[in-house]
């Protein structure tokens, strides 16, 4: 029996991860200046990281729930890696946050 929830929590929780690097990337090629590079990177890498840490909590219990327990280690891959994306994306979303209060007093 396989566990696509925990398999689908690592594939959005690397995805949460890879919006810091897509978010940057972005801004070097087109007309996008990077505080709004950052503050769609914050909705979405939290966002992501979300989903991840709620797929790997369905995860864990259906793996609890089976006498195989598969998808237990990925379940846990998903739900550390989907904090990290989580926390990452709140502190884009602190550092954008600090960035206006800058502008803002200026």
């Keep these: 029996m396989r566990n696509d929830r925990a398999r689908l929590s690592v594939l959005f929780a690397l995805l949460s991860l890879a919006t810091i690097p897509?978010?940057?990337?972005?801004?070097?090629?087109?007309?996008?200046?990077?505080?709004?590079?950052?503050?769609?990177?914050?909705?979405v890498g939290t966002f992501l990281g979300l989903i991840a840490v709620i797929l790997a909590r369905g995860a864990r219990l259906r793996a609890g729930r089976t006498l195989s327990r598969s998808g237990e280690g990925a379940a846990r891959w998903g739900k550390w890696l989907g904090l990290l994306g989580v926390c990452l994306g709140l502190t884009a979303a602190l550092s954008l946050g600090f960035f206006g209060l800058l502008l803002w007093t200026e």
């Design 22 to 43: 897509a978010a940057l990337y972005a801004s070097r090629l087109s007309n996008v200046s990077v505080p709004q590079a950052v503050g769609g990177e914050a909705v």
